[in-house]
């Protein structure tokens, strides 16, 4: 069972490059989540999605879109890579309902030079 | 914002003694979930312990408890029997529904041999 599969591992930008970060999960899981980790800052939420078809912005949604075509996808876009998107991105997923555990992809880390 | 807060940046403690890590946070929900997370070198996100808010008893996973104390709203982790697999960044975390979560800053604990 591969859980929550993140890539690339790493990857290096060049300003103004577009790319997409990829996350997949094999859970049959509802909801799905993209967020970044910066130091001294904690893992901020970008979107998120509650199904298929549904998406919405979390607390730094700038410059970034989603989209969530299937359950098992939810890609992260970048549109124009700017140095202060430079950052450790994770995906997680987890199933519908309140109390429930979070399952995180291994991240990505992002240079934009 | 809802904020969760985690004052202490670093903290070290001796093999086999015990560690609290503080974690504050703010809330107008009288329901709600806490977690915290550990992330290792590795960079994954582990699960260490969850608590749900209207549930009187503190809740513990072997060698990890917390003492949650509603009216605070403080959500401390305590570490019995520290061994140098805990060593890790730990992040306090409430859940906002959705699977969206909101983290606190992270405080990196080392054990010290």
């Known amino acids: 069972n591969a859980g929550v599969t993140q890539t690339p591992k790493f990857q290096v930008l060049k300003t103004g490059q577009s790319m997409t970060l990829q996350c997949a999960q094999d859970?049959?899981?509802?909801?799905m989540s993209w967020y970044r980790q910066d130091p001294g800052m904690g893992l901020r939420l970008i979107h998120y999605s509650v199904g298929a078809g549904i998406t919405d912005q979390g607390e730094v949604p700038n410059g970034y879109n989603v989209s969530r075509s299937t359950t098992e996808d939810f890609p992260l876009r970048l549109l124009s890579a700017a140095p202060s998107q430079t950052s450790v991105y994770f995906c997680?997923?987890?199933?519908?309902?309140?109390?429930?555990?979070?399952?995180f992809g291994q991240g990505t880390r992002l240079t934009v030079v | 914002a809802q904020t969760v807060t985690q004052s202490q940046p670093e903290m070290s403690v001796q093999e086999a003694e015990t560690v609290t890590l503080s974690c504050t946070y703010d809330t107008s929900e009288s329901d709600y979930y806490l977690f915290w997370y550990k992330q290792p070198p590795s960079r994954q996100m582990i699960l260490v312990i969850r608590?749900?808010?209207?549930?009187?008893q503190n809740a513990t996973e072997n060698r990890f408890s917390v003492n949650f104390q509603k009216a605070a709203k403080s959500f401390s982790l305590k570490i019995s029997d520290s061994q140098l697999g805990d060593a890790a960044m730990y992040f306090c975390a409430r859940y906002q529904g959705a699977q969206k979560l909101v983290f606190g800053q992270g405080t990196r604990l080392t054990i010290n041999p």
């Open positions: 997680a997923s987890g199933p519908r309902g309140e109390n429930t555990e979070a399952f």
């Open positions: 859970m049959n899981h509802e909801y």
């Open positions: 608590q749900e808010a209207y549930k009187q």
